[in-house]
């Protein structure tokens, strides 16, 4: 009798919605020794007002050009960033606070860095160091270190990874400059993403071969965390020696309890003797998921009563996940 088969795996679905997270944005009206709104001055002795510069001038000083001039304009978008000059004697740290975070939950903080110099008196060379540090309420850390004319007078975008134990946390923002320098701050107020969590599964309409019989299926891998991916995800099937597994490397439709549009054009695949695997750079939307289509066809010297695992595995870190514990699935396929 012919076996009907559709798996849905959504195991570990976050059901809670988190509230909105919030940061400040680092853009404001130029001004020297300024702070964005939102953000605060940490106190010290040394640490003196940082600015609000523009992708021409360090706080909008027309006798202050950035020199050299800048490579691109600031990733987030917006025309001003904030700007922190450092040397051995005075620091520009800053401060802020995130807030609407859920204990327990992973985030990614987006930002962008970048060191760079003038032909002002007080910043003729690079900033060294940019770091991005979270305390009360998280306890991550990130420096980016900047090396004169590799790195430098150029935005580098990163996302800092942070497991809050409060809903809120304090990012403060500084660097160093041991012969003077500035390094420059980034930041959109939707700077703050949940972290994805991927999980497949597959959908396939029979699970009984006769001789030769072929029947296509899907691999469907879900966002169920509400977090939209952001790098490249990667899937391998496990060959099985009683099933030949194809696929196309184009769009197209797969028959699966009807007609069904497949995404296989937004991937590449590679063989082993052991796995098929694919890798695509599109993005799966937060809760959205991606649909891809395969054939898998009983081969000639396959004898009857044979029973083979077909098994679909997510690798980890796919997409920016943290969580693997939800990242297989398997079936089990017959001959009769």
């Known amino acids: 009798m012919l076996k009907t088969l559709y798996i849905l795996v959504i195991a570990g679905f976050c059901l809670q919605q ?3 997270q919030s940061v400040s944005r680092t853009s404001g009206a130029v001004c020297k020794y300024c702070l964005p709104i939102g953000w605060s001055m940490d106190g010290s002795a040394s640490n003196l007002f940082p600015s ?3 992708s021409n001038h360090w706080g909008g000083e027309s006798d202050a050009p950035w020199v050299p001039a800048l490579q691109g304009t600031p990733p987030s978008g917006y025309n001003t960033f904030l700007s922190s000059y450092n040397s051995v004697n005075v620091t520009n740290t800053s401060s802020t606070t995130i807030t609407g975070l859920t204990p327990g939950q992973t985030f990614y903080l987006k930002y962008s860095v970048m060191a760079s110099r003038t ?3 007080g910043g003729k060379e690079y900033g060294e160091t940019a770091t991005l540090q979270l305390s009360a309420g998280a306890t991550e850390s990130e420096t980016t270190t900047f090396v004169p004319n590799e790195n430098t007078s150029k935005w580098i975008t990163k996302y800092l990874k942070f497991t809050p134990t409060a809903t809120s946390a304090k990012l403060t923002f500084s660097g160093t400059g041991s012969s003077g320098g500035f390094v420059n701050l980034d930041i959109d107020d939707a700077a703050i993403s949940r972290c994805p969590d991927l999980s497949p599964n597959m959908v396939i309409e029979g699970l009984n071969f006769g001789p030769e019989k072929d ?3 899907l691999v469907n891998i879900y966002e ?3 977090g939209k991916t952001n790098q490249s995800i990667s899937f391998r099937i496990t060959k099985i020696n009683g099933f030949t597994i194809t696929y196309s490397n184009h769009h197209g439709i797969s028959k699966v309890f009807g007609d069904k549009q497949n995404e296989n054009g ?3 695949f590679t063989e082993t003797a052991q796995f ?4 695509s750079n599109a993005p799966i939307a937060a809760n959205g998921k991606a649909t891809i289509g395969f054939n898998v066809k009983r081969k000639a010297v396959a004898g009857a009563g044979l029973t083979q695992n077909l098994t679909t ?3 980890s870190n796919s997409g920016g996940e943290i969580k693997s514990q939800n990242n297989t699935a398997l079936t089990s396929l017959s001959t009769n």
């Open 266 to 268: 937004n991937w590449t």
């Open 276 to 279: 098929i695997t694919a890798t």
């Open 119 to 121: 032909e002002y008196s």
């Open 224 to 226: 169920i965390n509400n």
């Open 18 to 20: 988190a509230s909105a």
């Open 215 to 217: 029947r296509d299926f």
């Open 313 to 315: 595995t997510v690798l």
């Open 52 to 54: 609000i510069s523009n």
